[in-house]
């Protein structure tokens, strides 16, 4: 099982797999990567930006290259309060293709990076 984390610092986050730490009130982006395939994650090209004391509402896509168990979430960081990470796919065996996983979270600091975490078998 190869356990993916992935991070950036951006409002509009590029694409990274293995850290994605997401600073979701900055526009510049930089992403940073140190594992491949067959899993990549993002959000969303027209990913709106956080404000403070606002909940935020977002989905990271899981971009599967092939069929594969994706398990145990987590969605953290300091300046953020996850308030729902959708977990219906936490566990299950999945197809190639593009799956979803929205979640809301409230932003103290939305330049503060956190950071999504899964598992692909």
């Known amino acids: 099982m190869t356990r993916y984390t992935c991070g950036t610092r951006a409002s509009r986050p590029a694409l990274a797999i293995a850290v994605w730490s997401c600073a979701l009130g900055v526009t510049a982006s930089t992403a940073r990567a140190t594992v491949g395939p067959p ?6 090209a027209d990913t709106p930006m956080a404000v403070a004391g606002q909940t935020y509402k977002g989905a990271w ?31 299950t065996r999945v197809n190639a293709g593009v799956h ?4 809301t979270a409230m932003p ?4 503060a ?7 692909f078998d």
Do not use: C, Y
Request: no cysteine; proline share 8%.
């Open 39 to 44: 899993v990549k994650l993002r959000m969303p």
């Open 61 to 91: 896509e899981v971009h599967a290259e092939k069929a594969g168990v994706i398990s145990d979430f987590t969605l953290e960081g300091e300046g953020w309060t996850v308030q729902t990470l959708d977990k219906s796919l936490e566990g």
């Open 100 to 103: 979803r996983i929205p979640f």
């Open 108 to 111: 103290t600091d939305p330049n």
């Open 113 to 119: 990076p956190f950071k999504f975490t899964l598992k």
